[in-house]
């Protein structure tokens, strides 16, 4: 089995672990490892922006009270004022890099009128800095160029990780659970090698694709989060998860997102004609901010309407806009619809909620530490405070550079106390073979992915969940032993952590006896008085 040793792993090749890694290589030999290709992960489909204040008009303690709203409360409000604080120095960061935010167009040679802000659903102002509707592609853009000519950073893609590496691994066995690395699978060798490193950062995405229906890429399988829950870490907040709004509802395109700026730009929410109230508007009856309601109120606003009608979808219209402002607004998204012959300029979109982005996660500190020596996480892997039960709208982004970066100064600054990695046993595949069963495999990740939106999608009951569990059970017993008995392969190093992940939902979400933001339950429709996390330990 090969072994190589860095300073530092990172896991994960988007914008937290880039920026992790761009820190980090001031004085530090850093590799970072990718799934599949380098720019293959959930930032690179961003399309909205990142939020910060800018503008002379908006304040830190606005941002502070939008996100705190739209989170119902869960938030840890200091970790959300230390992640505002960060935002206008971390896009300027970003500038520097070369991302080619869209310029104010009314000019202005200060800060906060260098850039083109526009609003979203859950903010009180415009905060949002973006590059048109793409600003994920042209981060990972910048990104990757400058970690590509920093001859400190090793990039690997084709890496799918197993398992971290502990101490429970090294030759000679200890208890105290430091994390030295990480066994991933090649894709190109068909083997397993051990990467090892002083520290190591997790940097993956969510687990959208535990549902069926989801904008998440198809590799956000909740690696990151189930490798730290076999290690030992505790997880907060799992049944957080947050289904978009918009989502294209096109049976021949999967999972394209509709950014929520063309809401925050005036569109507007519709029934289809054919129905009472068609062509009417309905998210007045839902929410007095109408459209600009935060997404978890749009999501439940649309499934609602879609249940009560028996809809496949609704309309999102901004064809009352003028053509020019929309296309300018939404090039990417105005080129691909009309690739479907569908005219955003002269006709609505239709739409349905998605499952879209992991609230919950590895529980950190402010400086990026799990509750293992050695290991830190950034991103939406994590569970750091700041989303509460619900994510404001661009303030994805914004975590994974605030806290890649704050990762990268402890390690940085506590170098000295980081032992180097001991000697580590080889992966053992002496009592495994090669499956002719990978049938099994496809099969479990669609009934995973079946039942997850069935029993623990938008809305919820208790009946449900529990259903949800017992299959769960089931599949766990038939993948554990599947594992146990045949080689690895990336499908099911994907579907151990996909079920892994789904455990803990469904049990996260039995645990919270209220709704809250995005966790709303039919059983019990109230939100309760104290605020309180749903922590889970191995």
């Not at 993948?479 to 045949?486: A, M, R």
Request: proline share 5%.
């Amino acid at each position: 089995m090969p072994t190589t040793t860095y300073d530092v792993v990172i896991i994960g090749s988007g914008a937290a672990g880039l920026t992790a890694a761009i820190n980090l290589a001031q004085d530090r030999k850093v590799v970072v490892l990718a799934k599949g290709a380098l720019d293959g992960g959930s930032t690179n489909w961003a399309q909205g922006g990142i939020a910060a204040v800018l503008d002379a008009g908006d304040s830190f303690e606005a941002h502070i009270e939008d996100t705190m709203i739209a989170g119902a409360g869960l938030n840890d409000r200091s970790t959300v004022q230390f992640v505002v604080s960060e935002a206008p120095a971390a896009i300027e960061r970003l500038a520097e890099l070369g991302v080619p935010f869209n310029a104010n167009e009314e000019g202005g040679e200060e800060f906060g009128e260098r850039w083109h802000l526009t609003r979203e659903g859950g903010h009180s102002h415009r905060r949002i800095v973006h590059v048109d509707d793409a600003t994920g592609h042209a981060v990972q853009v910048a990104l990757l160029k400058a970690a590509r000519a920093n001859p400190n950073i090793t990039l690997l893609e084709d890496r799918v990780a197993i398992d971290l590496i502990t101490s429970r691994h090294g030759e000679r066995y200890s208890g105290d659970g430091h994390v030295w690395g990480v066994y991933a699978f090649n894709k190109a060798t068909d083997h397993v090698d051990a990467i090892l490193g002083r520290a190591t950062i997790l940097c993956t995405g969510g687990a959208g694709r535990t549902y069926l229906f989801s904008t998440a890429p198809r590799g956000a399988t909740g690696d990151g989060i189930a490798m730290a829950w076999r290690a030992g870490c505790r997880v907060s907040n799992m049944e957080m998860n947050q289904f978009h709004p918009t989502c294209l509802h096109n049976l021949e395109v999967k999972n394209f997102l509709i950014t929520e700026a063309v809401r925050g730009e005036g569109g507007h929410l519709k029934l289809p004609p054919g129905v009472p109230g068609g062509g009417e508007r309905f998210m007045h009856r839902f929410d007095p901010r109408g459209e600009l309601a935060p997404r978890d109120v749009v999501a439940r606003a649309i499934d609602h309407e879609i249940k009560r009608l028996g809809l496949d979808y609704v309309h999102l219209d901004i064809s009352h806009k003028p053509p020019e402002f929309v296309r300018t607004h939404f090039p990417t998204i105005y080129a691909r619809l009309l690739d479907l012959d569908i005219d955003i300029t002269k006709e609505p979109i239709p739409v349905v909620p998605a499952q879209h982005y992991t609230c919950g996660g590895v529980v950190i500190d402010l400086d990026g530490r799990t509750d293992l020596p050695g290991l830190y996480a950034a991103g939406e892997v994590s569970e750091s405070g700041l989303h509460g039960a619900n994510r404001l709208a661009s303030n994805s982004l914004l975590e994974c550079f605030v806290f890649g970066e704050a990762a990268a100064r402890h390690i940085r600054a506590h170098w000295d106390e980081l032992p180097a990695p001991p000697p580590i046993r080889p992966w053992d595949e002496s009592r495994v073979t090669n499956s002719d069963e990978e049938v099994i495999v496809q099969h479990n990740w669609k009934e995973i992915r079946r039942f997850m939106w069935d029993y623990v999608g938008i809305v919820r009951t208790t009946k449900r969940l529990e259903r949800a569990q017992h299959r769960v059970a089931l599949l766990a017993q038939e993948v554990d032993e599947y594992y146990g008995h045949f080689r690895v392969t990336p499908d099911l190093i994907e579907l151990r952590n996909l079920l892994e992940v789904a455990r803990l939902v469904v049990r996260s979400a039995l645990h919270r006896k209220e709704s809250r933001g995005l966790h709303y339950t039919l059983d019990y429709p109230d939100m309760l008085p104290a605020a309180v996390d749903t922590v889970l330990a191995p």
